[in-house]
């Protein structure tokens, strides 16, 4: 007669098949997993090499360049894979005998869902990178949507992949007005991940409560800050995602996450390099206030093949903050699978223990029995996921805010 006992391949394969369905953002831009760990195990602080897409000039005439100008360069950026979360669970060995279902109910499910909201809230985080931002004022509705969109174009982001993560009251918005257009048959077929309500606009629609919510600082709305320095500044595209903005006369505070343009800094068409005659927008990377230098992404580059921005920041120039100051704004996140990855590595399998290591879509779920109670027959179990996240691409997205 066969054994109904559950293994801990059985539980561990259920397991990451819970907690990957209820990812709604992490699933849906790029997981990146290195089996090099697989035997040794890899250690909190360890690294992940990304590379982005390649980049080229062109040139006229017959005359071809040479040199640094016709390196074909590719850009890498380290994710290192820093967070280790893990949910800790005790049954008896009766219920190891259960059916999977009825363990999945009682156990998994509770489990996963746990360790899906701190995973999904640690990515989350990274909406402080993006600059591209809509201020779609006390609600959020379509036409937001379709400008968060355009950011997303102009950028010459993929038409797939491409997705809309609303906050809880974007999604009572959005859906109260466009509930008519979330009922095609096919897309309802479709609906097997948590919170997916459907496509239209270009976007596949998620409802996400784990999206933060921002308090923009008291320079909000203003532009008190001037550039200051003698030389025009700009950034590297070697640190495409991160620039130090030298500044001055400001005295409010600037928060982690505000979003600011420069004047006569417009931003460029990726391939041709003409300007759209629009202010690039910067976002900023940590708190700030007075004299000095900001952090903020991207990195301003104003020539050469990886040219995002029309002109250096010259001196003297104003810097003006989009929104009202001290304000609270719920946020939502328009973006294409590009804009991000996140990564998990293999955690060592422990001697002298059961243990088991799974891998689905990019990401590495390990589980670990070791004590036993004898006393209570009960089972300590430990469900770990060791993994780092970076912004790829920023202009890849855009995020907005409402009150």
């Not at 066969?2 to 539980?11: H, Q, R, Y």
């Not at 156990?107 to 990274?126: K, N, Q, V, W």
């Not at 620039?243 to 004047?263: A, C, P, Q, R, S």
């Amino acid at each position: 007669m066969a054994s109904n006992l559950l293994t801990l391949d059985m539980i561990t394969n259920e397991s990451l098949m819970v907690l990957h369905q209820k990812l709604n953002f992490v699933t849906n831009i790029h997981t990146e997993y290195d089996d090099s760990f697989a035997k040794e195990g890899a250690k909190i602080g360890d690294d992940l090499r990304i590379r982005l897409p390649m980049e080229y000039g062109t040139g006229t005439g017959p005359t071809m360049a040479t040199g640094t100008g016709a390196d074909s360069l590719q850009r890498k950026v380290t994710l290192t894979v820093n967070t280790q979360r893990h949910v800790p669970m005790r049954f008896t060995s009766k219920e190891l005998t259960m059916s999977i279902d009825d363990f999945k109910e009682r156990h998994i499910d509770p489990a996963m869902s746990r360790l899906a909201a701190m995973i999904e809230s640690d990515a989350l985080s990274m909406v402080d990178e993006v600059a591209n931002q809509v201020a779609a004022g006390t609600a959020c509705n379509f036409a937001d949507i379709m400008q968060g969109g355009k950011h997303l174009s102009d950028a010459l982001a993929p038409r797939d992949n491409r997705y809309a993560l609303l906050d809880t009251q974007a999604n009572v918005d959005m859906v109260s007005e466009l509930k008519g257009l979330f009922n095609d048959r096919k897309e309802i077929s479709k609906m097997y991940k948590e919170g997916q309500m459907g496509r239209t606009g270009g976007f596949d629609f998620f409802e996400n409560t784990l999206l933060p919510s921002h308090t923009s600082g008291a320079e909000g709305g203003g532009s008190a800050y001037l550039t200051n320095k003698a030389t025009a500044q700009v950034g590297s595209y070697t640190s495409p995602n991160s620039m130090n903005l030298i500044v001055d006369t400001g005295t409010k505070t600037v928060k982690e996450g505000d979003v600011f343009t420069i004047e006569d800094v417009y931003d460029v068409h990726p391939e041709t390099k003409a300007s759209t005659g629009e202010l690039k927008q910067f976002t900023v990377l940590a708190d700030f206030t007075g004299a000095g230098t900001i952090t903020c992404s991207p990195a301003l580059v104003a020539t050469g093949r990886y040219q995002n921005a029309s002109a250096a920041a010259a001196n003297d120039k104003k810097l003006t903050f989009v929104g009202a100051a001290s304000t609270a704004y719920k946020q939502s996140l328009l973006f294409q699978k590009g804009f991000a990855v996140f990564g998990t590595a293999d955690l060592v399998l422990p001697p002298n223990t059961q243990a088991s290591r799974k891998v689905y879509d990019g990401i590495s779920l390990r589980l670990v029995h070791n004590a036993y109670d004898v006393v209570k027959d009960r089972l300590y179990t430990r469900l770990d996921v060791l993994y780092g996240y970076k912004v790829l691409r920023p202009q890849l997205a855009s995020k907005v805010q409402h009150t």
